[in-house]
């Protein structure tokens, strides 16, 4: 169905390492793949989307890769820092409605 | 203009109140939405307006009424609530078409006591 599975729930990594969270979906009519970003308290933030004619898409630290055959994309930070600290969800959306359905979340932890 | 203005940003109701929630963007989009999130948890979808007519309602119970009085503006009428409907109510808004991402309010922070 419509559901996305997102892994893993917590990361914890030293400033200035790589992080990655992955996503992946069922629905083979997905075709837009959002990525937000939540601080404690504060709205989710769009930080980085991809569309399903796309392989790959980066914005200075982020980017985000989509392998449509295996059904999953994944989101990338390199040189991470103390203020990416935060909740991040995937979401898909696609098919007959505008409808965005979200992953459960991970909670990034940038240790200084 | 590119923001979600919700209000107000904190609600605390009883659970004989009515009271209601208010969302307004002036970005064009003529897709506008309801979610409601729990503490560590993702949003999750009550209600979708596309061009102010109701599409979707995800089984939310009849105490939660949205409203869309014109493009601008959704609102949400709430009545009778429980103590497990405190929760952050989020509005948010997209262009129509299925590969936008939404625009996200800041949020009303409800209480139910």
């Known amino acids: 169905g419509e559901n996305v599975e997102q892994h893993p729930s917590t990361l914890s990594v030293q400033e200035g390492d790589s992080a990655v969270i992955k996503c992946t979906y069922s629905d083979s009519a997905s075709n837009y793949f959002p990525w937000y970003k939540q601080e404690l308290g504060k709205r989710p933030q769009l930080i980085i989307d991809i569309r399903s004619n796309v392989g790959e898409k980066k914005d200075q630290r982020i980017a985000v890769t989509l392998n449509k055959t295996a059904k999953h994309f994944s989101l990338h930070i390199t040189e991470t820092q103390p203020e990416d600290s935060a909740v991040y969800f995937c979401?898909?959306?696609?098919?007959?409605?505008?409808?965005?359905?979200f992953g459960k979340g991970t909670l990034l932890t940038v240790n200084p | 203009d590119t923001e979600v203005t919700q209000t107000p940003k904190h609600l605390v109701m009883g659970m004989t109140n009515k009271k209601s929630l208010k969302c307004e963007q002036h970005?064009?989009?003529?897709?506008m939405y309801w979610y409601k999130q729990k503490a560590k948890k993702p949003p999750e979808l009550m209600f979708v307006y596309s061009y102010e007519k109701l599409s979707i309602n995800e089984s939310v119970p009849s105490r939660f009424s949205p409203e869309c009085p014109n493009s601008s503006l959704l609102n949400l009428h709430l009545h009778a609530l429980q103590p497990e409907d405190s929760a952050l109510y989020l509005c948010?808004?997209?262009?129509?078409?299925?590969?936008?991402?939404?625009?996200f309010g800041s949020g009303t922070r409800l209480t139910v006591v």
């Open positions: 970005m064009g989009h003529r897709a």
């Open positions: 948010a808004s997209s262009p129509t078409g299925q590969d936008y991402g939404y625009t």
């Open positions: 979401a898909r959306s696609g098919g007959s409605n505008y409808k965005l359905t």
